[in-house]
């Protein structure tokens, strides 16, 4: 009788087990290694978790790493800029060209490599150049072409990989002329604000949704001569993983239309400046802007 | 092996000056340090409690991950080469201090007595007695050290102390294998060439020395 009732109860359990449906799809977000990146990524991750996915976090790789994991598909999407994709990465040349043109070549160019990019998010997160706002009145410095006449008095605050990247330095270069900085050193990407403030440095390039630029302290110059095009925020996905689930694409074009520069900007602040979490920002926004329809 | 000429062609002044950097960093640290452990060291063989104090900030500094440090001492002493010196500091002196103790008190109290014997004052002692004969544990701390120092100071280019980390970060974010490997390889060179040198310098003071 016992027995019985222990095989009845074994054979209740499997069928428990049997119905239960089969385990959420895995999807891995990854970013790279800053706060837009970190913040931007983690936006999705939160939103697709909220659709019903579980969600595996790869933050803070290096930007020729995730481009190369996400072709391999150790990471299944991350937040990218159109125009990174179409100078840094296709190494094409967009100068002047209009955001939906940049955009177009970016999702042709990587389609080749079995990626693709979703759609585009109003925010655009463009490559600049900021200096301290004492040093810009100093030397009257108002746009990039200013800034290369009086490059011989600044100290520029830089990474390496700005130094090296076609769409930095050398960039800047073959469009406003040779830059010949009193001094050139390069510091880890996060540090460059607190290196200006200190007054270490004087010249930086930023991005221009940076949360720190809406401080008084820093004025970003304005690139006379067009050399970098739209960087649109766009998600950038393995296709393999949008083919077998076209929800994803869905839930991550939602979030984007959402997107706006102000908005980056806002987000950026929060955490740069205010010194918030990323996590706790991201989930803050995602609980607020997207409702259940948003998700499904 | 293309992509190397290329490199050397294209930014051979500017590998140079990070080389340039990196010994220069690297050097000034181990400078530092000798003047900070010797003397402490020394101390410590006459004092026990002192090596003791010495042997346990030792494993103190050990334990803080040199990464950590430098951002950690980016709010004290700003950026550039100053908080790299400390942080590079820190990691030699372990060894250095350790060695050091151990070298002088390994120095047989016979021979000491010898030289008191011999109508030796105390500066005659320390300079034709103990010094010799703690030379090479002495020499073995600073091999330890320097090395430790050329490979960390590597991550002082994240603070803009510059070196032949930059070479090593740049080729990170741009996923170029060749300036991780030109970076790398030269700081392994270095670390290399420091050891085997102060190997074949142990090995002579020692077949040189005294007692010998």
Not at chain 1, 3 to 25: S, W
Not at chain 2, 98 to 109: A, C, E, I, Y
């Amino acid at each position: 009788m016992k027995k019985r009732l222990t095989l009845m109860v074994l054979l209740a359990l499997v069928t428990c087990l049997l119905a239960i449906p089969a385990r959420a799809a895995t999807i891995t977000v990854g970013s790279k290694a800053f706060t837009e990146s970190e913040l931007v990524s983690e936006l999705y991750a939160d939103a697709l978790s909220r659709a019903g996915f579980h969600v595996v976090r790869k933050q803070d790789l290096s930007s020729a790493v995730i481009y190369r994991a996400t072709q391999t598909g150790q990471v299944d999407l991350y937040p990218e800029y159109t125009g990174t994709i179409v100078l840094a990465y296709l190494k094409k040349d967009a100068s002047g060209k209009p955001a939906a043109a940049v955009a177009r070549l970016a999702a042709r160019g990587v389609k080749k490599l079995g990626l693709v990019t979703l759609t585009p998010a109003p925010a655009d997160d463009r490559q600049g150049i900021a200096v301290r706002t004492v040093v810009a009145k100093r030397y009257h410095l108002k746009t990039i072409s200013d800034l290369q006449r009086q490059a011989s008095h600044l100290r520029f605050v830089s990474q390496g990989e700005f130094d090296k990247r076609s769409d930095g330095l050398p960039g800047m270069e073959r469009v406003y002329g040779k830059f010949r900085f009193k001094r050139v050193t390069d510091y880890a990407d996060g540090l460059k604000y607190r290196v200006l403030a200190s007054g270490a440095g004087d010249v930086a390039p930023v991005s221009t949704t940076d949360g720190q630029l809406t401080s008084k302290q820093f004025t970003l110059l304005k690139d006379d001569r067009h050399l970098w095009p739209a960087y649109n925020l766009v998600p950038l996905a393995n296709r393999k993983v949008i083919e077998q689930h076209p929800k994803v694409a869905r839930v991550l074009n939602q979030v984007d239309a959402k997107l706006t520069t102000a908005t980056l900007i806002r987000l950026n602040r929060q955490v740069t400046v205010e010194g918030k979490n990323y996590r706790q920002v991201a989930r803050a926004w995602v609980k607020k802007h997207l409702k259940g329809g948003d998700l499904r | 092996m293309n992509a190397v000429v290329t490199y050397f062609q294209t930014y051979g002044g500017e590998y140079w000056q990070e080389v340039g950097q990196h010994l220069l960093l690297s050097g000034l640290a181990l400078a530092i340090s000798l003047v900070i452990a010797l003397p402490l060291g020394y101390w410590g063989s006459k004092q026990p409690r002192v090596a003791a104090v010495c042997t346990a900030f030792s494993q103190l500094l050990r334990i803080v991950p040199s990464l950590a440090l430098l951002f950690l001492l980016i709010p004290l002493l700003g950026t550039g080469l100053v908080p790299a010196l400390v942080a590079l500091v820190a990691l030699a002196l372990p060894p250095l201090l350790v060695n050091t103790v151990l070298g002088f008190t390994q120095v047989d109290p016979t021979l000491k007595e010898v030289g008191v014997a011999l109508g030796m004052d105390a500066r005659q002692l320390r300079r034709q007695v103990e010094l010799p004969l703690a030379l090479p544990y002495l020499l073995n701390g600073v091999k330890l050290a320097l090395v430790e120092i050329i490979a960390s100071a590597s991550l002082a280019a994240y603070i803009g102390a510059g070196g032949l980390g930059v070479l090593i970060f740049t080729g990170l974010g741009l996923y170029n294998l060749t300036y991780v490997t030109i970076g790398g390889g030269s700081v392994a060179l270095l670390s290399l060439a420091t050891m085997v040198g102060f190997d074949l310098l142990i090995k002579k003071v020692k077949a040189n020395g005294p007692g010998n």
